[in-house]
């Protein structure tokens, strides 16, 4: 199994609304990402896992909340999201920890009412 | 000192001619220079990346050119088809870094390639 999957690959939900998106790698990477990326504009790094602790926050809001169950799996857990918060949420993975070479997922389009 | 610089922002050629998309860097430490294309709606793909140690690399019809004195690299598509219509990234990272070894993106470049 050579790449990243994530599901659901389309979310509406409204502003009050409890959802989770999840990310799979079975390549044996020791370090994922999730990025949220807005139209026309590069990925923004949210969070990093590195060998299953949480090693970068960027400063990203409460509401998107990280989880890292096990070396394969990554959930981003989301509440209260407000309606700027729409945009494409990509996951990543790479083999040797943080750092290096970075493949990415296709993405979740999340749309918040 | 983070930033990269990408250019053009967007880019038309025609079938069969060369796209050249440029990227300039400030920070000396970075050593992993990576492209990723990507298509409407979906996930960015790995192209093509270099390190420092060689001035160029070459896969298929994809080449990365690298000038570490001017901390700038670039990546030429030649014979571009239709079907390399896609934004690219460039970006640029330590590639051990750890903790610093983030991607910094460039802001991309729309490539279209008409018949």
């Known amino acids: 199994d050579t790449e990243v999957t994530q599901t659901p690959k389309h979310l509406v939900m409204g502003m009050t609304n409890k959802k989770s998106l999840k990310c799979e790698q079975h390549?044996?990477?020791?370090?994922m990402y999730w990025y949220k990326q807005k139209a026309k504009k590069p990925p923004e790094l949210m969070f990093v896992?590195?060998?299953?602790?949480l090693s970068i926050n960027e400063s990203v809001p409460s509401r998107f909340s990280p989880e890292c169950p096990n070396s394969s799996l990554l959930n981003l857990h989301l509440h209260a999201l407000q309606p700027e918060d729409s945009a494409l949420y990509l996951c990543?993975?790479?083999?040797w920890g943080q750092g290096n070479e970075q493949f990415f997922g296709p993405g979740t389009r999340l749309t918040v009412l | 000192q983070q930033q990269v610089k990408q250019s053009p922002q967007s880019l038309i050629v025609q079938k069969g001619g060369i796209s050249i998309i440029n990227c300039a860097y400030e920070?000396?430490?970075?050593?992993?220079f990576p492209w990723y294309q990507q298509f409407p709606g979906k996930g960015p793909a790995l192209l093509i990346a270099?390190?420092?140690?060689?001035s160029e690399k070459k896969e298929g019809r994809f080449t990365i050119s690298f000038n570490k004195s001017a901390k700038q690299f670039s990546l030429h598509i030649m014979d571009s088809q239709p079907g390399d219509s896609a934004t690219y990234f460039c970006?640029?990272?330590?590639?051990?870094?750890?903790?610093?070894?983030?991607?910094?993106f460039g802001k991309g470049t729309k490539l279209s390639v008409k018949p």
């Open positions: 990543a993975s790479s083999p």
């Open positions: 920070n000396t430490a970075f050593d992993y």
């Open positions: 270099i390190r420092p140690d060689v």
């Open positions: 970006a640029a990272s330590r590639f051990y870094g750890g903790s610093q070894g983030n991607l910094i």
């Open positions: 390549m044996g990477h020791r370090a």
């Open positions: 896992y590195s060998y299953e602790k």
